[in-house]
């Protein structure tokens, strides 16, 4: 990260006007979106003028088709589908006030948000600290087995075992540890963006999931994110945590997707 967070937004070149479409509409082009787990839910009121974080998860890799626990930097790059994916969502963010694009280090992460920042006329800042959970000893692991004992390490971190890690791996304490920070500072630099701004980053399923639930006051009960699935958060300074979750994109679990929150 910069030492100067106003640094993380000098990349804009353009940008639209905030009075457009609200973020939190859902579009009929896309995937099932689900506020939290109840997609009749409509969401919440907040300020019309409070900055929205909109966190993506990459697009497809050839690792997650086949089930591979792939977190080790930089990481699989985006298969066809995953590029497909990454100009769909692109667009659908075409039309969002978005003022700055940011990126995990890994390669998947910078080819999804590449399309994002250039809808916007922006280029893409990478960033440390927001990349996938490290697995350990499953890195590379595509056997049942090995994704069971991470569903089981997850399950404890929803019981509020976040200290608890994956074999020779990270634990949920860790994420958190490295990942707030820095949106702490995309927050901080964000104080002098027009009201209603939004601002982009693309990071990873387990990653997102733990990093909005930390947000959000809670430990890890998340619900799935889909490749290039955004959750949205709007600061609100009239709840507990600071954020209300106005969007969460969920559907079908690809089965073996672990980290993002399917099963098998």
Known sequence: MTSDGRRLLDHSRSAPDPSAPDPSAPDPSGPDHLVADEADLEPPEVPVDGLRLVLVRHGQTDANAGKVLDTALPGSPLNALGHEQARTVADLLADWPVR???ASRATRAQETAAPIADAHGLSVTVLEGVHEISVGHLEGASDAHSRR???DIYD????????RPMPGGESAA??????????????RAAEELPPGSAVVLV???????ITAAALLGD????????NTGRVVLARDPGSASGWTLQLWD???????DVTAGATG
């Open 100 to 102: 700055a694009v940011f």
């Open 149 to 151: 004992i991470f569903e």
């Open 156 to 163: 404890g971190w929803w019981g509020g075992d976040l200290a």
């Open 174 to 187: 860790d994420v958190r540890e490295r990942a707030l920070p820095v949106v702490d500072e995309i927050v």
């Open 203 to 209: 990071s990873h399923g387990a990653t997102i999931r």
């Open 219 to 226: 430990t890890v009960e998340t619900a799935y994110v889909p």
């Open 250 to 256: 969920s559907g079908p679990a690809l089965a073996g």
